[in-house]
């Protein structure tokens, strides 16, 4: 089993073309760590709906040049299988984006390559920029496929591959399973042509595009007062957030420096996602710092790769950081003010209020899957967000999450309550009052062991709850076998009186996630005290049932 295990490793280690993962396996073979080398040729990091994901390292279960070079080999392959786009002759266009994180402009380099050698036309954007600039160059080229190098907000030591089609939108079935099929084709990489030059490294007019087309966001003529804090996460937002506010008007944002420029390490936080405990205290602490005339009226926080935005807001005497949900339904709210038509989107895990303003506003509502792959393609689409902090504000011209445009749009509806004498949390009381209070909380497990999300899953199966916080479970929908709305995923979800739950492996982190919405009904701004009082109540005692019944 041990020479069966060197054998591959040394027979991975002779293609390998980065000279980082060829030390590192070299010095995995040297010392016999079979432990380590099994970790790492245990199998294949799998390709799917999000792409590729997980830690650097050499080998067939880490990302490194060579998982990347066979990755594009597959998607090139799958798109010339599509062929060409209808009444075009020449080669399809394949553009590229990448972030700051480690060797992410190696893989960008080596995709760009690929495409060269399987006869199609590549171009690869002029530095790390945001994911959704790649979104946005995809549909404003015409090319036949994106990708993104990014890991988002994972860990330093993570990176990760991003797939788009030419509609600007990321993969979903099939066209994963096809490509994951294509990939696997791949013999070698002795196989796979990579030229050292024919791609074009574009200039900052597809930037400049996208930046012009973030002037169809806010409305013309609107208040531009509002003051923000902002942090980059040690990501690649900055520049482009700094120059879509300057060209709205709006104040300049005061930086987190330490966290303001790009760095792989992301040295002040444990994981570089606003949502998680610690990752916003220093834009806190720069918040605190500012009074009078200076004093913010926002904290905004973009992810490390710029597609996710953040927003925190002063409550009393300090601040607190909004849920995704009600940033969604204050940017939904804020739309419909302003005469919004179309379509209003959300994934299933995301607060039902979204759906009661649009019900109110007589717009179509329609609930997806979970992540911005389905948010996209719900027809007519408007507006789409999800609550992990995601939201599509533009989708005529990026269709896809946007924490760039999404903050342009919270902070003009900021600027129009803040003329009003009101802030966002007035506006949020306001909703409550209208539609009942929608609060919505989360359990979250982080596991080392994947076996044990699956072990959580079955026993939830196998003995289902009937009540959770004393109120009865009135549906139960295993939404493995889907729904007529719905395709197929792994993932529960319970109906109780006034109350939802939906339990589901995360796609892109070891993490079994649970979604919780409970709804009290609210007859004034004078009872809304009591109203959240009872919420919170409701919702730890859904955590503690919850995580019984589940065995975490």
């Not at 909004?322 to 607060?351: C, K, N, P, Y």
């Not at 007529?484 to 006034?498: H, K, M, N, S, V």
Request: glycine share 10%; net charge negative; hydrophobic share 40%.
């Amino acid at each position: 089993m041990h020479d069966e295990l060197i054998a591959q490793a040394q027979a991975w280690l002779t293609e390998d073309p980065d000279p980082d993962t060829r030390t590192e396996l070299a010095g995995l073979i040297d010392a016999g760590d079979h432990t380590e080398l099994a970790a790492r040729f245990s199998g294949t990091l799998q390709f799917g709906t999000a792409g590729l994901r997980g830690e650097l390292g050499a080998g067939p279960m880490r990302m490194n040049r060579s998982v990347v070079i066979r990755a594009a080999a597959g998607l090139a392959a799958y798109l010339k299988k599509q062929g060409p786009p209808a009444g075009e002759g020449a080669a399809g266009l394949v553009v590229i984006g990448y972030d700051a994180r480690h060797k992410s402009h190696d893989f960008a380099r080596d995709t760009a390559a690929v495409m060269i050698g399987a006869g199609l036309r590549a171009a690869v954007l002029p530095r790390p920029l945001p994911t959704p600039v790649l979104a946005f160059a995809i549909r404003h080229l015409g090319a036949v496929a994106g990708v993104e190098v990014t890991a988002s907000h994972n860990p330093p030591r993570d990176n990760g591959y991003k797939v788009y089609l030419g509609d600007g939108s990321q993969i979903v079935p099939p066209a994963d399973i096809d490509i994951a099929a294509e990939i696997a084709a791949v013999p070698s990489l002795t196989t796979v042509r990579r030229p050292t030059e024919g791609w074009d490294i574009l200039d900052d007019s597809v930037l400049d595009a996208y930046l012009a087309r973030t002037d169809a966001v806010l409305s013309e003529g609107s208040p531009r007062t509002a003051r923000t804090v902002y942090t980059a996460m040690h990501g690649v937002g900055k520049d482009v957030l700094l120059a879509a506010f300057a060209r709205a008007g709006f104040p300049a944002p005061v930086l987190v420096a330490e966290q303001a420029d790009p760095d792989p390490e992301f040295p002040t936080v444990a994981f570089p996602n606003p949502e998680e405990p610690g990752a916003m205290d220093l834009a806190f602490a720069t918040a605190r710092a500012l009074s009078g005339e200076t004093a913010p009226d926002l904290i905004i926080a973009n992810d490390p790769d710029a597609d996710r935005c953040a927003v925190a807001v002063q409550d009393g005497t300090d601040w607190r950081m909004l849920r995704g949900d009600e940033v969604g339904a204050l940017l939904a709210a804020h739309l419909v003010r302003r005469g919004a038509t179309g379509t209003f989107a959300e994934s299933i895990v995301s607060s039902s209020l979204l759906g009661r303003i649009a019900e109110k506003a007589g717009l179509p509502h329609v609930e997806t899957l979970t992540g911005f792959k389905w948010i996209a393609r719900a027809e007519g689409l408007r507006y789409g967000y999800e609550e992990a902090l995601g939201y599509c504000v533009d989708p005529d011209g990026v269709r896809d999450k946007d924490g760039i445009t999404a903050a342009l749009l919270i902070t003009e509806l900021a600027s129009q309550l803040k003329e009003e004498g009101r802030t966002l949390l007035d506006l949020l009381d306001d909703l409550a009052v209208e539609h009942g209070l929608h609060a919505t909380d989360q359990l979250s497990v982080r596991v080392e062991d994947l076996s044990l999300i699956a072990a959580a899953m079955q026993r939830l199966r196998e003995q289902p709850p009937t009540e959770l916080a004393g109120l009865p479970i009135t549906r139960t929908d295993d939404l493995t076998k889907g729904t007529a709305e719905l395709p197929p995923t792994d993932g529960l979800r319970y109906t109780l009186d006034g109350a939802r739950v939906i339990v589901r492996p995360s796609g892109t982190e070891p993490k079994l996630k649970c979604y919780l919405e409970v709804v009290v009904p609210v007859g004034s701004l004078q009872d809304l005290p009591e109203a959240r009082a009872k919420a919170t109540a409701l919702l730890e005692s859904i955590k503690r049932d919850l995580s019984t019944a589940a065995g975490i």
